[in-house]
């Protein structure tokens, strides 16, 4: 890394992929069609070691002698414990720091300071933070500091940094694991390419679905819309990218207006924490946008119904125990936690080692 931290993060995140590589997770960018498809062979392969015992095992021995710091300083559940989870079953010990307020953060450490002094100790962060230049910067740190992590085959690598989510940008593990749940739940009518996607709800701060938008350049014929209300709506750096790059795409005004039509339907929360003038509880969901049980019915039998989940309102209660396996969220969970076996794996050279029984 030659470049200063302030020129580095002054380039268009488009332009600090090429720097990232393959040493970092911090953009859906960074990704093409035959990385995704590998990393879903992998968390494929990883699930199916993990049940038997044998496999199980010698998965708990891949990364026994590596330390993971999960440094979340905002609200999280899934991918903490995903993270966490996946951290346990290849055998990683790890530690976790989730409250600035009881770490030298609160004494006016700066970011680079603090990072650096984590790195000192561990082997790997994962990171979740409200500022969009976060983990950016902490790749930037871990790049220019001396300590290195030297990988099985020999090589010395700045120690991985792996964004957990970066304020409203980027959620590059959680697309990641969203295209592995597409994938495997349109696999019997032959995957991605040629569907249509509906992303439903708060697209304008909702980090997920930006990160998912840059992936969809990968499969062929691809469309997507983008059903939200005016305030919600994508916003024009992820349009122009999808025109750049050729995706169809197009905006609703209900949910109603696309549920025959999608192949999957993503729904995602009023991200109102972000609100600065926020009254008291929570933003409801517009009744449009609001996927209800009447929606399923309507759906083609070989639709599939995501969302990132924490949810709220946006999606009728009936909905969540209904014996129907459209309905996709709750594996969407448990298949995050498949995904980060695969990206930590491949992290530390290792997903060579990841499968069999
Ligand atoms: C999302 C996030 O934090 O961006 N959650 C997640 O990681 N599964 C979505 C959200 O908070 O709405």
């Known amino acids: 890394m030659d470049l200063s931290l302030a020129d580095f993060l002054a380039l268009p995140d488009g332009a600090k992929v090429p720097y990232v590589g393959d040493r970092a997770v911090l953009y859906a960018q960074q990704y093409g069609r035959a990385d995704l498809d590998a990393y879903c062979r992998l968390a494929d392969a990883a699930r199916a070691m993990h049940g038997t015992p044998e496999g199980r095992q010698r998965m708990g021995t891949l990364l026994q002698h590596r330390m993971a710091l999960n440094f979340f300083v905002q609200p999280s559940s899934r991918t903490f414990m995903s993270f966490n989870t996946a951290q346990a079953f290849l055998g990683m010990s790890r530690t976790s720091l989730r409250d600035p307020k009881i770490s030298s953060m609160s004494k006016g450490e700066t970011l680079v300071d603090s990072i650096r002094t984590f790195i000192s100790y561990v082997d790997l962060v994962v990171m979740r933070h409200g500022d969009e230049h976060a983990a950016a910067t902490a790749f930037w740190t871990a790049s220019r500091a001396h300590r290195r992590v030297t ?16 304020g409203t940008k980027q959620h590059p593990t959680q697309a990641l694991l969203d295209v592995y749940t597409l994938q495997r739940s349109l696999e019997p009518v032959g995957g991605i390419d040629g569907k249509t996607i509906a992303l439903v709800g708060d697209l304008a701060r909702g980090r997920t679905v930006r ?31 999808l025109d750049a790059h050729g995706v169809r795409w197009r905006t609703a005004d209900s949910i109603d207006a696309v549920v025959e039509e999608a192949d999957a339907i993503y729904m995602t929360r009023i991200q109102d924490e972000h609100d600065t003038d926020k009254a008291d509880g929570h933003v409801r969901a517009a009744d449009a946008f609001v996927f209800r049980r009447r929606h399923l019915d309507a759906m083609k039998p070989t ?37 980060r076996v695969a990206v930590l794996a491949t992290l530390f050279g290792v997903e060579g080692r990841i499968g069999g029984p």
């Open 151 to 166: 990988l099985d085959d020999g090589r010395e690598v700045p120690v991985p940094i792996v964004s957990g989510g970066s």
């Open 303 to 339: 639709a599939c119904l995501l969302h990132p989940l924490p949810k709220r309102d946006e999606i009728e209660e009936e909905v969540d125990y209904v014996d129907d396996p459209r309905v996709a969220y709750w594996r969407q969970e448990r298949n995050g936690m498949w995904m």
């Open 211 to 241: 990160s998912l938008s840059y992936l969809m350049r990968h499969y062929r014929d691809v469309t997507l819309i983008f059903a939200a209300p005016a305030r919600y709506q994508m916003l024009p750096d992820i349009l122009e990218y």
